[in-house]
């Protein structure tokens, strides 16, 4: 990425934030304010940051509604870092390679490019497969037979996509993204492990990004399904004939295993792990490093292992904090019992 | 993979079902009863799918015994998902590569190619290293020098075999599969970390298979060792002097520590982690997520972090659920020993 | 690696043994007493490894100062496994490639390389990008666009450096390693989530070491950065504007969320998550599958998820293990009260 430059007021404007200085100074590009040149744009979200300010070379600030001015071109923001965001968006000026395919790519006579395709070096497509209109495919990625591939997809250095994978408009794969991985099934034959063969393949809705290193198998026959608008980390592996909903975001390194069904609008933290053939409904929330063994429904919010409703395993995990106190507490009760049955004995005996 | 026509007598007969239509009918594939066409095999497993057998439009259907016949050819089985796996075997027609050398492909003068070999494009093949009759080397892989690849194996694209690694036949290596990676050893010299030479290698035995993206770290000495038949899932991690037993089942994104030894036909789900120089004995059974920090005896069921003998980690589960309601109970106890302690005390003053 | 021939007396002299037996035996590599060959060098360690000793075609031994002497060759010493270590420096000899540039590697022609560079087969090296001095790129390498890459640098086959990466000297980077990739930075609009354009990159300092299949998230501004002499092991995720220190060591599998600050001479055991936007400071260790959820303060050594102070988590973890017991401890206790409390009753009744 490059970045634009954009004046005071087109950035005030675009992050909702009331312009305090020059209209037309022209910034590119965001910095921490003991880093930024006088070209960029700085921001102040707490008191922790009016020293800085004393010193910073930034052209500007973006600085909360909270703070108290500075000696500074100031734009007024309530949330400093939505307005980072959207700033973001600004000064992006994506390095679109310019559409062609790179001598040492290697393309099938059956392959079927649209316009505006940017095929980079030593990519290889096989026979069958579809690029659509405006896709950049980089450097050394290899697309298998009877693919299709939509318009204005954009995938990053090292991706592999196997035979038969069907992804939609728009799509993003990270560097070495592998769609359509063999499935981890086996069945036992005479005591051995023997692969089960997988004839299905993986279909990729629009609008789903995916991040480095991450696996997507195939399935056992039909589809691996990743719906529209779901955005993946990286490293996360994704088993045969998953059904993962759409507009759905997880976090890095989580695993869901064969066959599972996650819903739409589901959120994992990192590292979580789904279970087999089990259904995850929609708006599910698990946080970081659950593990989901059950059924879960509609809206809940889980964390632990195995996964429970957020308030019972807070509760849980309160108890459990308090739990090495108790030892002494029950040890003594048991005392105090004891004291007690003696002293009704000898009662009795009187 | 393409898929293979197969008569309806025939596939009863490979799933040992009992054919109820006509015997010549041909089929190809497998679907769900909604999505199959009318050349393909359908299924049904509970009385879920009953309603759906009256408007599909699949040739015949697999159907578990406990059902009531439906108006489609049938071939009824005891087991339907079995079924369903060994009607996968027939269909699957894996499309075999042409055998020869992409004229892409950079093979060492000093390399030795068995016959029927196939190389795809953009592989490169290194100084005395050995690829055995048969064996099919996909698109951009890379196999450093002096390794000793098998017959009949199948490498994906992308993977990378480094130097000196010896690979038996039948292996099947994932897409981004890293054999003999450098180990994670280092040893604190001067307040920083030295890296120990790793002048090892990986050896891995007869009809293993890896999944996408996992890494095998090559050993300080000697080898770290793959048994025979074991299969690997995605993103595992195995370090350096590993010793993984036969017929082993390993899910996805489990790690392996430095010289752990793992013995034969050992399962562990995914995301499980075994320490550092410990033994995990032949046929033990690790649930999903189980950390493993202490050797485990043959035939251990375990589960947790850390890892516990399942009996007992269902135990403390079951109390830790009802945690939560044990401090009122604890607290009630005390209240009424201490009612009773004052009466007793009034009694004795009595 | 192929290895160096060594005289016993360099040996004894390098790892600091002494030397019973003849100085200019040579040895090359070390190896287990049962596989050692007669040009090589064996270890013992305990009296489990005496009985090998006596059939060991090893040329000599390291063996440990507390063991009674055995008739080969001997080398003393306090710590045999620190003995080996040192062993394997002096027996490695990194195959060094000559340097040159593959003739099908793909240079631009605005790439500077430095002197005694070393580009392997099918890299591609973008515009703008600097290699320093005596750096070697494996196979298969790809390096985008306005890159610095430090001297002596030496980055297995499959690396993907992504633009304006800025890489230290020294830097070893392991198969599949992914530099730059996209952050998982996402903010919501009308309901979808909608990718923050990250143009940031990432910076590595000198002497650190990445394991194979790891990636590392470029910044959103500014820069991800890992510190000098830092190393990492395999498939690690390093999320965006993370700031890891100098000289860490950080176990496979291990993932770090967005903008988390972690210290120097941090320890992370494998498969521990850090929370985003969280502070570990210096000299932390966690152990192995550590979720680490809030700040720590220098020099915690923390287990458990939620992270616990060593202490707190052990004493927890042992009650745990007697909690199963409680329940009967706890109803015994409500049953001798109900007793005691129905005597009282009839004491006060009498």
Chains 1, 2, 3 share one sequence.
């Not at 799509?171 to 005591?191: H, K, W």
């Amino acid at each position: 990425m490059a970045e634009n430059k954009v004046t005071l007021a087109r950035l005030a404007a675009h992050v909702a934030g009331r312009l305090e200085g020059p209209d037309h100074t022209e910034i590119a590009g965001i910095a921490e304010l003991q880093l930024a040149g006088p070209a960029e744009l700085s921001f102040l979200i707490n008191e922790h940051h009016l020293e800085a300010a004393k010193t910073t070379k930034a052209a500007a600030v973006l600085i909360s509604d909270s703070l108290a001015p500075v000696s500074l071109p100031m734009v007024w923001v309530s949330d400093v870092p939505e307005a980072i965001n959207l700033a973001l968006e600004l000064f992006a000026k994506p390095l679109k390679p310019t559409p062609g395919i790179h001598p040492s790519a290697l393309i099938a006579p059956d392959a079927t490019l649209g316009t505006d395709v940017a095929i980079g070096p030593c990519v290889v497509v096989e026979d069958g497969t579809t690029v659509g209109d405006g896709s950049v495919i980089q450097a050394g990625c290899y697309l298998g037979r009877d693919c299709l591939v939509g318009q204005q997809c954009c995938f990053a250095p090292g991706v592999i996509v196997a035979d038969r994978s069907q992804i939609g408009n728009r799509v993003v794969l990270g560097q070495n993204v592998v769609i359509g991985s063999e499935g981890f099934g086996y069945r036992c034959r005479d005591g051995q492990q023997c692969h089960v063969p997988h004839l299905g393949a993986v279909r990729i809705g629009d609008d789903v990004e995916i991040g480095a290193g991450t696996c997507v198998d195939r399935a056992k026959f039909g589809f691996t399904v990743i719906g529209r608008g779901t955005k993946i980390d990286n490293l996360v592996t994704i088993a045969h004939n998953v059904r993962l909903g759409e507009y759905c975001l997880i976090a890095a390194q989580t695993g869901i295993a064969g066959s599972a069904v996650v819903g739409d609008r589901v959120v994992f933290g990192g590292q979580v792990g789904v279970r087999d053939n089990i259904t995850v409904a929609d708006g599910v929330v698990a946080a970081a490093r659950t593990a989901i063994h059950h059924d879960l429904p509609p809206g809940a919010i889980v964390f632990g292992v195995p996964a429970l409703e957020r308030r019972q395993a807070l509760r849980e995990q309160a108890v459990l904090r308090r739990l090495p106190h108790w030892p002494a507490r029950i040890k003594k009760l048991e005392q105090r019992l004891t004291d007690l049955e003696s002293a009704a004995d000898h009662c009795q005996r009187d």
